[in-house]
T-cell receptor
Framework: GQNIDQPTEMTATEGAIVQINCTYQ??????LFWYQQHAGEAPTFLSY????GLEEKGRFSSFLSRSKGYSYLLLKELQMKDSASYLC??????????????FGAGTRLAVHP | SQTIHQWPATLVQPVGSPLSLECTVE??????LYWYRQAAGRGLQLLFY??????ISSEVPQNLSASRPQDRQFILSSKKLLLSDSGFYLC??????????????FGEGSRLTVL
């Protein structure tokens, strides 16, 4: 089976740091993605981890621990425009060995002044 | 550069009516194609994916179907819509191959309301 868990909602203050956690249990694993989705829009790619450790990209960083089935997305120097849903997605093996992405329900982040 | 388009952007349909959503990709060949659905306040649910013309894999049982008549065209259909079919439908593509299913590039989305 496949199970991806992340908090439903979070709030934070402009300029602060927020960490969004994601835990997963999947039948196969070949990488973990984070996507950002503003209300009413399509998701956009933020980060990808396939090996354990931290990947940094500007204000956003993503961490992965495969042994623990755990990842987090770290957002620094929060801005109002960071208010959005953040989706954790695991690349799993589909039929015939082709990879596919399985998404969690997403975490709605509200950034306040 | 690659682009993906889907239409219509919004539609309101009565229960029992048919549905056709279309998606096309430009600037790449032999992509993997996907249909996802997102119910209000929920995550993305994978409905169908395709690794080639005429090759469709269904992820969940439902009254929807998908077809891929051309390499870069993906269509989502229903003969009779249900209220539960309401949602935000997203088409996506990724690079073909065993390493595919990696970074997904999404279309603009189609918001369907079934009344």
């Amino acid at each position: 089976g496949q199970n991806i868990d992340q908090p439903t909602e979070m709030t934070a203050t402009e300029g602060a740091i927020v960490q969004i956690n994601c835990t997963y249990q999947t039948s196969g694993f070949n990488g973990l993605f984070w996507y950002q989705q503003h209300a009413g829009e399509a998701p956009t790619f933020l980060s990808y981890n396939v090996l354990d450790g931290l990947e940094e990209k500007g204000r956003f960083s993503s961490f992965l621990s495969r042994s623990k089935g755990y990842s987090y997305l770290l957002l620094k120097e929060l801005q109002m425009k960071d208010s959005a849903s953040y989706l954790c997605a695991v690349r799993d093996l589909g039929y015939g060995g082709y990879n596919k992405l399985i998404f969690g329900a997403g975490t709605r982040l509200a950034v306040h002044p | 550069s690659q682009t993906i388009h889907q239409w219509p952007a919004t539609l309101v349909q009565p229960v029992g009516s048919p549905l056709s959503l279309e998606c096309t990709v430009e600037g790449t060949s032999n992509p993997n194609l996907y249909w996802y659905r997102q119910a209000a306040g929920r995550g993305l649910q994978l409905l169908f994916y395709s690794v080639g013309i005429g090759q469709i894999s269904s992820e969940v049982p439902q009254n929807l179907s998908a077809s891929r008549p051309q390499d870069r065209q993906f269509i989502l259909s229903s003969k009779k819509l249900l209220l539960s079919d309401s949602g935000f439908y997203l088409c996506a593509w990724s690079v073909y191959g065993r390493e595919a299913g990696g970074e997904l590039f999404f279309g603009e989305g189609s918001r369907l309301t079934v009344l």
